[in-house]
T-cell receptor, first 115, second 112 residues
């Protein structure tokens, strides 16, 4: 049973397109996150939701819009994709709010390639 | 340099040897975490050490924290080929609330 699952694993698309990445966790956690990992393996937080409420919104272009229909799901929609959006996007969850004190459970990533 | 910077960037050792990775950070922290990432996979939590702790063990892993030097080390003893992965430290910066900041990681290769 996969604890944090995200789909698709690979996403290849043209510049200007709109795409979505889905994430679901079956751990009963309250908090979910989206991270972006660039080609140099640098991992940076994008968004965090606690029980469907947005609590962290980093400096991310507003072309990126997270949506949390319930606390087990956090989807990421990206409009007007650009070349620089190419990266691996990770979904993660933690039992409670507060990353510093909580261990994060990560999905296996979505590799987005924008051509 | 950025918060949570690992050293070395890459490390290659023989199976059975010990591997030591270091992490340096800039600001005061409450906790420091270490994660492992296998190629093409997500990160897996290894260990969390609190600022009032100096050393922590988990199986073949030993983590130390020196808050005066703002540094931490991860030691993997008796390494195995399966330990081949990237290892990241993650810290919480005082100025950014409880957000975790990850470094760029150490790529460890264990030769059979």
């Amino acid at each position: 049973d996969t604890a944090v699952s995200q789909t698709p694993k690979y996403l290849v698309t043209q510049m200007g397109n709109d795409k979505s990445i889905k994430c679901e966790q079956n751990l009963g956690h309250d908090t979910m996150y989206w991270y972006k990992q660039d080609s140099k393996k640098f991992l940076k937080i994008m968004f965090s939701y606690n029980n469907k409420e947005l609590i962290i919104n980093e400096t991310v272009p507003n072309r990126f819009s997270p949506k949390s229909p319930d606390k087990a799901h956090l989807n990421l929609h990206i409009n007007s994709l650009e070349l620089g959006d190419s990266a691996v996007y990770f979904c993660a969850s933690s039992l409670l709010r507060g990353q510093a004190n909580e261990k994060l459970f990560f999905g296996s990533g979505t590799q987005l390639s924008v051509l | 340099s950025q918060q949570g910077e690992e050293d070395p960037q890459a490390l290659s050792i023989q199976e059975g040897e010990n591997a030591t990775m270091n992490c340096s950070y800039k600001t005061s922290i409450n906790n420091l975490q270490w994660y492992r990432q296998n190629s093409g996979r997500g990160l897996v939590h290894l260990i969390l050490i609190r600022s009032n702790e100096r050393e922590k063990h988990s199986g073949r892993l030993r983590v130390t924290l020196d808050t005066s030097k703002k540094s931490s080390s991860l030691l993997i003893t008796a390494s195995r080929a399966a330990d081949t992965a990237s290892y990241f430290c993650a810290t919480d910066e005082e100025s950014s609330g409880d957000k975790l900041t990850f470094g760029t990681g150490t790529r460890l290769a264990v030769r059979p």
